[in-house]
């Protein structure tokens, strides 16, 4: 019996170890996600009159607006303004933090929860740093709070 090289298949993981991979995947992508946020709020400003941002030293060539829904509707969306709001929060701009957005400071809270809690995760993977729903909850929690604002803001 002859073995083809392209019928080897590798041995499967052990589904322990697999189990193991899937959230330390999902920890480095957050804590990815969570660093790139918080490099970019420091590496950008917000542009006079509040609507633009763009990089340090390149505020000729502002970035464009992102909002899909603000675009395709002409009304701001949950996160409208949290961009803004996380920027001059990271220059120190508190009051004009919050005038750009009420729970940019809270957004910004939740971003930063994640780098002691990403790395504690990842450096002691076989103990669970939380229970398991408390993380979701967390970040649903988040989300609905995010929304509740919107709607709050529409009817005032």
């Known amino acids: 019996m002859t073995c083809v090289a392209a019928d080897v298949q590798p041995p499967p993981l052990p589904e322990r170890q697999h189990r193991r991979s899937l959230p ?3 920890h480095l992508l957050m804590l990815g996600v969570a660093t790139f946020v918080m490099a970019m709020a420091f590496a950008l400003d917000v542009l006079p009159g509040g609507t633009r941002v763009a990089f340090h030293g390149l505020h000729q060539w502002p970035l464009p607006q992102t909002c899909v829904f603000r675009t395709a509707t002409g009304r701001n969306c949950a996160g409208c303004g ?3 709001s996380f920027i001059l929060l990271a220059h120190g701009h508190f009051r004009e933090s ?10 910004a809270l939740g971003f930063l929860v994640q780098f002691p809690y990403r790395l504690l995760s990842l450096w002691r993977p076989d103990r669970p740093l939380l229970p398991k729903p408390v993380p979701e909850v967390f970040g649903w929690g988040l989300v609905v709070v995010l929304f509740a604002n919107w709607l709050a803001g529409m009817v005032v």
């Open 24 to 26: 330390r995947k999902r």
């Open 82 to 84: 949290l961009t803004r």
């Open 98 to 107: 919050v005038h750009m957005h009420r729970l940019g400071w809270l957004m």
